[in-house]
């Protein structure tokens, strides 16, 4: 099958215009035959890999899932777009089972999700032994894995598939998996030669924000009244915390629904299912929410509580925007949290199990006191080098910084702790040079220490802030145990024997909105009324049909509609989501909400583009600690003494520099620049990898050169690219070809 068909197939039933990033490639490699294993964060658009091939295909396409609630959905959305989609598991009464085995025995579906269990039923085998099977894709397919955090005995029966169709091109998916993992997925589906596909785990439409726990309810609060046209969970601690929060939020007006492990299963059942009619806009939950949801326009994930790893969080914030929409991930940070986190660890009785927790936890603390780029940090975390200068997405990239001069109050700090020992952690310290009459502090006689109460007029949440930013810099680290007690490195004894100057930068305010969605995504500029309405009208048609109301239309699709004001069949059909099945069952009602809105206010209609403008990154802005950094450059300071004078990393003022490259600036970068000749072999590693990720530049140069020399040809590049506009060489901002 050629491009152009599966093209044509994308519109006419999925209603889409674009594959997303690698669904073609995984498309034509099962057509070809061949098995694959696709890695894909949520969101990322897994189904559609198989559902699509599904459609080209002549026999049957089996789909092995563990979610049986997430069955129904799928196959009511495939229904929705007139694709022949049925399934089977243990909520189906025998007798209509055997009548969707006919069914698909006799070629009348196309796709059939089973549970694992299944395999197991020796009727079913039975079928295996009757049907023509033309593809089989295992969907949460680390399932398979005991390394897994999500180990399914069950899926150890899918060879059974392989065996029985050991021709049939075999397609893997799952949202989670180390090497590890993935190797075990090939090993035990006997898959071997599958072609892997790897996706970015970067979710561009996602805003990463924490904010201070103090005034926490406040705050909340405003963020669920901006975002009070979308759907929102808000994550809690414990079941008790879940629902005081449900509580008080519907005291203030707001409808929130709790959600835990501990409610009666048709409580749960049907909280659920009023989020995903969109009937509550808001469910505070624990962690057991969220599993079986695959509700695409989440447009705002709250972590109330400090989640326990990073794992976690990414998971959880990962369920907001999967329909690709700007949304917000907004998360809570005290210490307060931390203690009691600390306190259930401690109580792991495993001493290795609880080592392990106390790292993954003092990673999620380390993420949320970062005054460094969140995504860069997250990304990193999973493996992935995110090499973009700023990521515009995160609140420490937003805010405005300031810089101050800290030497004074880093004096004191690292004195403090080195006077007490090194055996303290940081709410010790603070309380010392705070002049603090806590009873520990009292009972070993730290009030009488020379460093006592000498910063008596620093607040306690500015110096566990300046500390943050102390050991950013690499002047004090901590202890990895739960004590976490700071020790002064041989940087920071350094900087007390040299009486060096230390300027740092910290948040100046945080006017930055987290109900805004980041600039430089792509937004459509759509009518606000004209949306509510239709969105009013899919809550009807999706009432009355009994489905949730993303099944209708997504969110995108509305908005194109409030945006292009589509005013026949033919211009209706070319919006996004609108494929022939839903161009029949719906194009009357839509239009007429359009026609009449646009006629009552005097709306022109405008085409649609053909093609979706692809996202480009706002490079206008310059943020002040940007201009701090042109400033410095322009006046001839190389960028490792604007670093030192910033109290910023190197890679920091980097990234500045890229930025503001790509803002149009011109800077002298020669003098930064390495010899010629590297300057060369670099420039024509670029020119042959046509991307302007720095690790296939750097596979090609070889070791003996710096990702930070790479990178400043990379810039200087950029620069010449954007002076000579004919001239091609790789932009750092721009997607690579
Ligand atoms: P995953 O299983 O990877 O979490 P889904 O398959 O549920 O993701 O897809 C997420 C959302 O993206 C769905 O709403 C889906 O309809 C949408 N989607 C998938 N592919 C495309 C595409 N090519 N263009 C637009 N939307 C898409
Ligand atoms: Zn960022």
């Known amino acids: ?83 022949a989609a049925a399934f089977i598991n243990s909520t189906v009464p025998p007798r209509e089972g055997r009548g969707i085995l006919a069914d698909a025995r006799a070629g009348r579906i ?129 079941r008790q915390n879940a629902e005081d929060l449900a509580a008080d939020l519907t005291d203030q007006g707001i409808q929130a629904l709790p959600y835990h492990a501990g409610l009666d299963p048709a409580t749960r059942r049907t909280t659920q299912e009023r989020f995903i009619r969109d009937e509550v806009p808001v469910v505070a939950a624990t962690i057991a929410f969220g599993m079986g949801i695959d509700k695409p326009d989440v447009r705002l994930i709250v972590h109330f509580h400090l989640p326990k790893t990073l794992e976690g969080y990414y998971q959880e914030t990962g369920r907001a925007g999967r329909d690709g929409l700007p949304s917000t991930c907004v998360l809570f940070y005290g210490a307060s949290d931390r203690y009691a986190l600390s306190g259930f660890i401690e109580q792991i009785q495993d001493e290795t199990e609880r080592a392990r927790a106390r790292h993954k936890l003092q990673q999620m603390i380390k993420y949320s ?9 997250l990304l990193d975390y999973f493996g992935e080098t995110y090499d973009q200068a700023a990521c515009g997405g995160c609140d420490v990239c937003l805010s405005e910084r300031e810089e101050f001069d800290a030497t004074e109050i880093a004096q004191k700090l690292l004195s403090a702790v080195i006077r007490t020992g090194e055996r303290f ?165 839509f239009l007429s909400v359009i026609t009449d809105y646009a006629e009552s206010r005097g709306l022109a209609v405008r085409p649609r583009p053909e093609r979706r403008i692809r996202p480009t990154r706002s490079t206008a802005r310059k943020s002040s600690t940007q201009r701090q950094t042109l400033e410095l450059v322009l006046r001839g300071l190389s960028i490792s003494e ?43 590693a670029f020119a042959r990898t046509q991307s302007p990720a720095l690790t296939p530049v750097r596979q090609l140069v070889g070791d003996d050169f710096s990702f930070e020399e790479i990178r400043i040809v990379r810039a200087w590049l950029d620069q010449q690219r954007r002076q000579r506009p004919a001239q091609s060489a790789p932009a750092s901002d721009s997607p690579p070809p």
């Not at 894909?40 to 198989?50: A, I, R, V």
């Not at 006689?445 to 050991?471: N, P, T």
């Not at 910033?646 to 930064?672: D, F, N, Q």
């Open 369 to 377: 006191q970062l005054q460094t780029c969140r995504r860069a940090f």
């Open 642 to 684: 604007v670093s030192r004078r910033r109290g910023l990393t190197e890679a920091t003022i980097m990234s500045h520099v890229e930025h503001l490259i790509a803002a149009g600036e011109s800077l002298p970068l020669e003098r930064e620049l390495p010899t010629p000749e590297r300057v060369t072999r670099i420039s024509e």
């Open 425 to 589: 952690g940081a709410a010790h310290i603070i309380q010392v040079v705070r002049g603090g009459r806590g009873r520990r502090l009292l009972d070993v006689g730290h009030d009488r220490l020379s460093v006592y109460g000498i910063a008596r007029d620093h607040g306690r949440v500015e110096l566990h802030e300046i500390l943050a930013l102390l050991e950013d810099a690499g002047l004090v680290g901590h202890t990895t145990d739960r004590y976490r007690s700071l020790a002064v490195t041989p940087r920071g004894r350094d900087f007390l024997r040299r009486r060096e100057p230390l300027t740092l930068s910290r948040v100046k305010s945080q006017d930055d909105d987290p109900s805004q969605p980041w600039p430089g995504l792509d937004q459509l500029e759509f009518d606000r009324g004209l949306f509510d309405q239709l969105r009013d009208l899919r809550f009807r048609l999706a009432q009355a049909r009994n489905v949730p109301p993303y099944m209708v239309f997504g969110d995108r699709s509305l908005q194109e509609m409030a945006c292009y004001l589509p005013h026949s069949r033919k211009s209706f059909s070319t919006i996004s989501g609108v494929g022939r099945a839903k161009l029949q069952e719906f194009a009357n009602d």
């Open 110 to 238: 196309r796709i059939l999700y089973i549970a694992p269990e299944r395999l197991a039923v020796p009727g079913f085998t039975e079928f295996l032994g009757s049907v023509d099977v033309s593809q089989i894709a295992i969907d949460e397919a680390h399932c398979i894995s005991e390394w897994g955090h999500d180990f399914r005995p069950d899926y150890r029966n899918l060879h059974v598939l392989r065996e029985r169709f050991p021709d049939t091109p075999v397609m893997a998916l799952t949202a989670t998996a180390t090497a590890q993992v993935r190797n075990d997925i090939v090993g035990q589906l006997a898959i071997p030669r599958a072609r892997q596909f790897v996706a970015s785990f970067d979710r561009r439409n996602l805003t990463y924000y924490v904010r201070p726990k103090r005034g926490a309810f406040d705050a909340l609060l405003n963020l669920l009244r901006q975002h009070a046209d979308g759907s929102a969970i808000v994550y809690c601690l414990s």
């Open 1 to 83: 099958m050629q491009t152009p068909e599966i093209h044509d197939l994308l519109k006419t039933r999925f209603g889409y215009d674009e594959f997303r990033p690698l669904q073609a490639d995984i498309i034509q490699t099962v057509l070809a035959g061949r098995d694959a294993l696709v890695l894909m964060p949520t969101g990322g658009g897994k189904s559609l890999c198989y559902q699509l091939p599904a459609l080209c295909l002549d026999g049957l396409t089996l789909v092995v899932s563990p979610l049986i609630a997430l069955m129904k959905d799928q196959v009511d959305a495939l229904r929705a777009n007139g694709v």
